[in-house]
């Protein structure tokens, strides 16, 4: 498969629906940030777990969590509802730790790294026309 790279700003895509490996949803409707459903994950660290909020936009790094994270802890991110792990075996490059991924419609899915304070993050999407029809407003759709 061919690889192609694109930047974009931040909070360029809004991400609307989000799955665990087994296909639960992690969209939270009852948790809102940036005027959108958050994307949440159990996360385990120090022997306690609580829920993390990830805002929805690709590239804005904020997010509320229920338990106190401090820089350079790893994280164990599971599903909130089946409890699968989502961690990777791709490992970050610059902490050197598996990374962790949500999937999107189609096949696409966003790849993090679990350590606190690392941006390392990366989007993959394999049917652009597909992928863009989700993510966009149809005035702001780029056209193919």
Do not use: W
């Amino acid at each position: 498969m061919e690889e192609v790279r694109i930047k974009l700003p931040p909070g360029t895509i809004l991400i609307k629906k989000a799955a665990c490996p087994k296909g639960c949803s992690l969209i939270n409707p009852d948790k809102i940030l940036s005027g959108k459903p958050a994307i949440s994950a159990l996360v385990r660290v120090r022997g306690v777990s609580g829920l993390i909020h990830f805002n929805p936009y690709y590239g804005i790094f904020e997010y509320e969590c229920e338990i106190d994270l401090r820089a350079g802890d790893i994280v164990g991110v599971y599903c909130p509802r089946c409890g699968v792990s989502l961690t990777t075996q791709e490992q970050c490059g610059i902490c050197r730790v598996p990374m962790f991924a949500i999937h999107l419609p189609d096949g696409g899915e966003v790849r993090a790294c679990p350590t606190v304070g690392c941006h390392n993050h990366q989007l993959t999407i394999v049917d652009l026309d597909a992928q863009f029809a989700e993510y966009y407003n149809e005035e702001r759709r780029p056209k193919m």
